[in-house]
């Protein structure tokens, strides 16, 4: 393919020069002379393990070239590829100002150039920013439709700064964010041959996508500097505690715990985290990311909360208790503190688990119920349908099939998913289902 590459910092080099190399015949633009004259002298404006042999060899069999030029790369290709940086502003928001202005430039020549074109943005920037702020962009200028007289997609790079022309030939994924069918064709052809899976998806997801894994990247070091630090200041071997941390394909290292839901729970994942929380104070060591587990796991809790009162209703309904199924312990069940926390707000609340039941409770169970929901056994009903008679707005938080199967559909009584239901994806297209974060 023909292709036109704008910006020719670390990302933009490196696929030009990768994309040279794979058969493509490429032309980089930057607005930066210098980084222009540098590819045409066949040397790579950026330092990246064997990135200067790269553009050296494809410089010379004339697979790559630069220019300056936006009209004249847009003139020789039929596919961009948007690598401008999107830097933050000082209060942390993305600068987009880069993005805009090319988006400009690229709408402007293609007025000019006539014939389909794909924009495919590389560069990262939040959802929404492709679909409300650069297709406007292209379309006033070019004069057409996105989707019909341009293409455009989302293309995130996934690559490593230090080893990403190795990475480029071996992807752990391609992210293809398509407006229609036709975009997404082009942006997988130009890696057609490369291996990993391809993902097509929506342009909004492939923008988040980029956001959920560098999120994840400074999370999991954070974690694991975090838990260094005490685990030295406790006298372990941190190393050896995450060897064996990580040996842990199950749990750890695996899709597990991975998926939006309810605020976790139990008698273990709370109580242990206050006790590592407090023992890293006790040793003076800061431990910012642990000690703001609980709280982010409280305002969790809270959206559900607000999601009750936003429907205006009072008569609530809530399925499931026992803090996971299978269980009737209730200590620390995020359910039964919401079902607290609705019962303190006034709401009329009718609750059903197929796993509790008060008189068969024992020992500490009995005892967390006894203190902390006293009302309980007032509120239990000991069917489905019980609930649903009373209910304008039901909680779900049990995939317990009798639930499942009696669950209505349809606008009333309003449906709270807690935990990801089954049928969500169907649901989400009925006027009374709200998922808690989907
Ligand atoms: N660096 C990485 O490893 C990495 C990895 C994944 C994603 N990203 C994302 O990719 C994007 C680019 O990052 P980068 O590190 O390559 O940025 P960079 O700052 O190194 O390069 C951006 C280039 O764009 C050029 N440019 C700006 N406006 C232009 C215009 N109108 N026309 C042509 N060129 C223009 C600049 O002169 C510069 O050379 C950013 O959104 C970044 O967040 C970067």
């Known amino acids: ?5 704008f910006g020719l910092g670390y990302v933009g080099c490196v696929s030009a020069a990768c994309l040279a190399s794979l058969g493509h015949e490429v032309v980089g633009v930057d607005v930066n002379p210098v980084k222009v004259d540098l590819v045409n002298d066949g040397r790579a404006p950026v330092v990246e393990e064997g990135i200067g042999e790269l553009v050296a060899e494809v410089v010379r069999s004339g697979a790559l070239r630069a220019t300056a030029d936006v009209r004249e790369a847009i003139r020789d290709s039929e596919v961009s590829l948007v690598c401008v940086g999107t830097p933050s502003e000082p209060n942390g928001s993305l600068c987009t100002t880069y993005l805009e202005r090319v988006t400009e430039e690229i709408g402007a020549a293609l007025a000019e150039r006539g014939g389909r074109h794909t924009v495919v943005f590389r560069s990262t920037m939040l959802p ?10 292209l379309e006033k200028y070019v004069g057409g439709t996105a989707g019909v007289d341009v293409g455009v997609a989302v293309n995130p790079e996934f690559l490593r700064e230090g080893t990403s022309v190795r990475d480029f030939f071996d992807p752990p994924k391609t992210v293809v964010g398509e407006l229609d069918p036709a975009s997404g064709d082009v942006v997988a052809a130009l ?6 899976e391809v993902f097509r998806v929506p342009v909004p997801t492939a923008e988040a996508i980029k956001y959920a ?6 999370l999991k070091i954070g974690f694991a500097n ?7 200041a406790l006298g372990v071997d941190s190393h050896q505690v995450m060897d064996v941390f990580l040996a842990d394909r199950k749990l750890n290292i695996s899709p597990a715990y991975l998926r939006p839901g309810f605020a976790f729970g139990g008698s273990c994942l709370p109580k242990d985290l206050r006790s590592l929380v407090h023992a890293a104070q006790r040793a003076d060591v800061s431990v910012p990311i642990l000690s703001h587990v609980l709280p982010s796991n409280a305002d969790h809790l809270q959206r559900a909360v607000e999601l009750v009162e936003r429907t205006g209703k009072r008569r609530v309904g809530l399925f499931g208790l026992s803090f996971k199924p299978g269980t009737d312990d209730l200590r620390e069940s995020p359910l039964v503190e919401l079902a607290e926390r609705l019962f303190g707000k006034g709401y009329e ?4 688990d197929a796993n509790v039941n008060v008189s068969r409770l024992l020992g500490a169970n009995r005892e967390y119920i006894e203190t902390r929901l006293p009302h309980l056994a007032q509120l239990l009903a000991d069917s489905v ?6 209910a304008e707005v039901c909680l779900v938080g049990t995939r317990d099939p009798a639930v499942l199967a009696a669950l ?18 169907a649901r989400r297209a009925e006027p009374g289902y709200v998922g808690l974060a989907w």
Do not use: K, W
Request: one cysteine or more; proline letters at 8%.
């Open 226 to 232: 975090e838990l260094g630090a005490v685990c030295q």
């Open 128 to 137: 929404g920013t492709c679909l409300n702020l650069l297709v406007p962009i």
């Open 1 to 5: 393919m023909r292709v036109s590459v």
């Open 191 to 196: 890696y057609e041959g490369l291996p990993g």
């Open 213 to 218: 894994d560098n999120a994840f990247h400074g």
């Open 385 to 390: 349908d019980e609930v649903l008679e009373h």
């Open 349 to 352: 609340l009718r609750i059903h």
């Open 408 to 425: 209505p559909h349809g606008d009333a009584p309003v449906i709270i998913d807690l935990i990801h239901l089954p049928d969500a994806e």
